[in-house]
Structures are given as C-alpha cells and as structure tokens.
C-alpha cells in the first residue's frame, strides 16, 4: 500500500505548482481536460445536497470558454435527473490550474485544479477557502489504493477528508 501511495504522488509531482495548500498544478492542457468526469467525493453543499451518480461535462464554446454540464440523481440512481449548465474560463494562463466557473450570470466561483493524474485520469479539486472539495475521475470508481493516495494529497492541500461524501456512481459507465 505505502507504494501505491508513494506512486500516486510521484507521479502528480510533475505537475504540480508547490507554493502552500492552495497551490494548483503547473500545467493543464485543457484539450485533455475535457469530456465527462465522474464525482467520486465531495464536501456538502447545497446545490448538490441529495444527488448520486454525479457527472461533470466539459467542452469548448464557439467563444473560447468552456461549456460545464453538471448532471445527477436525485436520492437514488433511478432518480429524477438534475442537471445545471454553466461555463467556466482560464483568467491567467500563467496560472492555468485556477480557473473560474459560472452557473449565474456573470458570479463566478474558485474552481482550483489542485492534482491531476499525469494521464488525466482523476483529478482533485478544490476552492481556496477550503469549503468546497471534489475527487473526479474518468471512470465510475477508482481503485482503492488511487484513492487512499488522492485523499493525503487533499490532506496535504490542509482540507479535512472526514468531511467528504462519498458518491454513489453506477457499477459502469452509463452514458448515451
């Protein structure tokens, strides 16, 4: 265990910016970045209070940002389907983990790339407030050691992972 660990840090070592607990990665190729990711954990809140099978969408609009199709169930599975679109741009490319995202108007919130796997296979998200938290990933769960490695790094970015909820998510990918 304490290798998988060890190489679960290894291997975001690379891309990752150290400058504190609110440090974002170094680089992010936003091409990589988009398509549909997975919710494996986050910290309550409101507009996701009751969801499961949570799934996040991004791609490119004509206008350079980026279009955000948040989806979900609500209380089970079988659920009635929620979904939210919003938007979301890079202010600073010098900084390109910190981006900002948009589901009202002209508000926008911190969406912090705080890790990310070195093939873009999960990602750890985060806000510098510390009160927003989620583990994405490209696929429905993640491999217990992967994920024992993504909640140190949490840790070591100062959030508490007692708080996390852990997703209910389909045994497969579901998508139409």
């Given at each position: 265990?304490?290798?998988?660990?060890?190489?679960?840090?290894?291997?975001?070592?690379?891309?990752?910016?150290?400058?504190?607990?609110?440090?974002?990665?170094?680089?992010?190729?936003?091409?990589?970045?988009?398509?549909?990711?997975?919710?494996?954990?986050?910290?309550?809140?409101?507009?996701?209070?009751?969801?499961?099978?949570?799934?996040?969408?991004?791609?490119?609009?004509?206008?350079?940002?980026?279009?955000?199709?948040?989806?979900?169930?609500?209380?089970?599975?079988?659920?009635?389907?929620?979904?939210?679109?919003?938007?979301?741009?890079?202010?600073?490319p010098a900084d390109p983990g910190k981006l900002k995202v948009s589901f009202f108007l002209f508000f926008y919130g911190d969406y912090y790339v705080l890790e990310l796997d070195q093939e873009y296979r999960w990602a750890l998200i985060g806000s510098p407030t510390k009160k927003y938290l989620w583990i994405l990933s490209r696929t429905p769960h993640l491999p217990q050691e992967v994920l024992n490695g993504i909640l140190e790094l949490a840790r070591k970015h100062g959030y508490n992972t007692e708080k996390l909820i852990f997703v209910e998510q389909p045994e497969t990918d579901q998508s139409v």
């Open positions: 265990m304490r290798k998988s660990v060890f190489l679960v840090l290894l291997t975001v070592e690379s891309l990752a910016v150290r400058e504190g607990e609110n440090a974002t990665v170094g680089r992010l190729d936003l091409n990589r970045y988009m398509g549909k990711w997975y919710e494996i954990a986050r910290f309550d809140h409101s507009f996701e209070r009751g969801l499961v099978g949570v799934s996040a969408e991004y791609s490119f609009r004509k206008d350079g940002k980026i279009r955000v199709i948040n989806s979900g169930y609500k209380d089970s599975l079988g659920g009635e389907r929620k979904r939210a679109e919003g938007k979301a741009k890079q202010p600073d």
